[in-house]
């Protein structure tokens, strides 16, 4: 190919230029655009990197280990007095090898063969562990590995998991070999060591504790890791964390710790909010490609059954076409429980600042106590002389304000076109008991005998907005074990109306965007 300085001008497709390229020229720039710190050959070796692939077969790294240990004991300079002990060590188990009579005879074997088949040739076999000069011997060293001195064995009879850990430690003392030496002769190296998918082969306990190695150790100058592993990425600081995800079928990437405003003290508070909470089950946030947030376990239990009761595909099996539920996570839906209504921290991830990301979350309103009235249509008021209140049934959206909690998330997100916030007239289960579903709950309750005989004699005639409140006061202090017996009887075909404000949540994560159909 000809090289020419001038500049082209019009981009020519890499489909059309013919590979390989004969003759070429290539410049590594120091930062993002070109400018005159070009990185030279001199540079680049003051890095050191280790590149440990995802498909990595640790195993058979692990067979080559003499090359690594040879690599590492280069690094260290023995005395000539070592050397030379270490060679008469070995000529001393040599000798005493060919004391057995066994290998004698092999040997006198072998070389009569080998003059009969020969001839003239007369070389001669000699039987030992190996030549006693100290490269050789390194070459011969290979890793045993087991629980006890005594009881080592082959690495072929490790797992694979531990295998993998033990290739990287052979990579981490390869990296403190090669520091200590170049620093004792001020030649500086900034190692980096690549791993992907540190988690293959790993339980969750390992993964864990790898994690909080990689992200504490300070052999290597940097390391860098990709994993699908929540149990890996809930152990980093979220500075640590490079999200990459697809936006309209185009790869992008965000730093999740730079999307909080931390010259505000709101924004250092939900950056460290998140830090301390996203534990392994709330890092599923960073591996869908839409998220929905509840509040605690009642809603984490019943909202992917919800989904799968309303969203459906239809199935070919044989001659036959069946209907199947579709489920969160075959939609690329992640379902996180902020146990509670700390809505804000998470919401900040899918902000204008954010990932460019759906968002939707499940909060209850959660109205406010109303006075309670005399017949007279009066305020009561109580012996200290306030009003009375007690809780709010509303049966239809707005006969009672929202908490300023719910109103105030709706109000501060709904500019954000990622996020939509949906909330109900009270709270989930009440929500449930007013949508027509008195027959489900009725039965549901003296099924499993919730609450007392007198509680469920009195709900068992009542219907409409009246069973929902009562019934309501029955179940609310067993509200996870009452949303399990729920998923029971949905698991038994029981039907069950779902409200609307969950069915909106639901439309808002599928709706498929203009430009994302358009791609």
């Known amino acids: 190919a000809n090289i020419s300085i001038a500049a082209p001008t019009s981009p020519t497709p890499i489909s059309k230029i013919r590979l390989p390229l004969n003759e070429y020229e290539w410049v590594i720039y120091g930062g993002e655009r070109e400018t005159l710190d070009a990185f030279d050959f001199n540079m680049l070796s003051k890095f050191g990197m280790e590149y440990v692939g995802a498909l990595r077969d640790a195993t058979t790294e692990l067979k ?29 188990l040599n000798e005493q090898i060919m004391q057995g009579r066994e290998i004698q005879k092999v040997q006198e074997d072998i070389n009569h063969y080998l003059e009969r088949i020969t001839g ?18 390194l070459r011969e060293l290979k890793v045993l590995i087991g629980p006890k001195d005594d009881n080592i064995h082959s690495i072929e009879m490790n797992g694979l998991g531990y295998n993998n850990l033990l290739y990287i430690s052979l990579l981490l003392t390869q990296y403190t070999a090669i520091k200590e030496k170049r620093l004792l002769n001020h030649d500086y190296v900034f190692p980096l060591l690549i791993v992907e998918e540190p988690e293959a082969h790993l339980h969750s306990h390992l993964q864990k504790y790898l994690a909080n190695y990689f992200f504490d150790q300070q052999v290597v100058g940097q390391v860098i890791m990709t994993t699908h592993s929540s149990h890996v990425s809930s152990h980093a600081a979220l500075d640590s964390l490079v999200m990459f995800y697809k936006v309209f079928n185009k790869t992008v990437s965000k730093n999740i710790g730079r999307i ?29 490609r839409k998220v929905l947030l509840v509040e605690g376990i009642a ?38 429980s902020v146990d509670g209504v700390a809505f804000r921290p998470f919401l900040q991830l899918f902000g204008s600042n954010g990932l460019n990301m759906k968002c939707a979350v499940l909060t209850d309103s959660d109205p406010e106590s109303i006075p309670v009235m005399d017949k007279h249509g009066n305020e009561v008021i109580g012996i200290d002389n306030k009003v009375v209140k007690e ?9 009672y304000g929202m908490c300023a909690r719910t109103m105030g998330l709706i109000s501060d997100f709904s500019e954000s076109p990622n996020i939509y916030i949906s909330s109900n007239l009270k709270t989930f289960e009440y929500d449930l008991m007013l949508e027509n579903n008195d027959s489900f709950f009725r039965v549901l309750i003296q099924t499993y005998n919730i609450g007392t005989k007198e509680d469920r004699e009195r709900i068992a005639n009542l219907n409409g907005h009246e069973f929902a409140k009562e019934a309501y006061k029955v179940i609310s202090k067993e509200k996870g074990q009452f949303s399990q017996f729920i998923l029971d009887e949905l698991n038994k075909g029981k039907v069950l109306h779902i409200p609307e404000y969950i069915k909106q949540v639901f439309e808002f994560l599928m709706k498929v965007e203009e430009e994302e159909t358009n791609e």
């Open 299 to 336: 809603e984490r239990l019943l909202i992917p059954k919800f989904f799968s009761m309303l969203h459906t595909d239809k199935i070919r099996e044989g001659e036959k076409v069946i209907e199947r539920g579709k489920t969160l996570e075959g939609e690329g839906i992640s379902i996180i």
């Open 260 to 288: 909080f405003d931390t010259d505000k003290k709101e924004g250092r508070e939900q950056k460290r909010y998140l830090e301390r909470w996203l534990d392994a089950t709330k890092s599923d946030i960073f591996f869908g």
């Open 120 to 137: 003239a040739t007369r070389q001669k076999v000699k039987i030992q562990m190996g030549e006693s000069d100290y490269d050789t011997l």
């Open 64 to 92: 080559k280990s003499s090359g690594q240990l040879q690599r590492i004991f280069k690094n260290f300079d023995l005395e000539v007095t070592e050397l030379q002990k270490i060679s008469n060590k070995i000529d001393e």
């Open 391 to 399: 809780d709010a049934y509303p049966t239809r959206l707005g006969e």
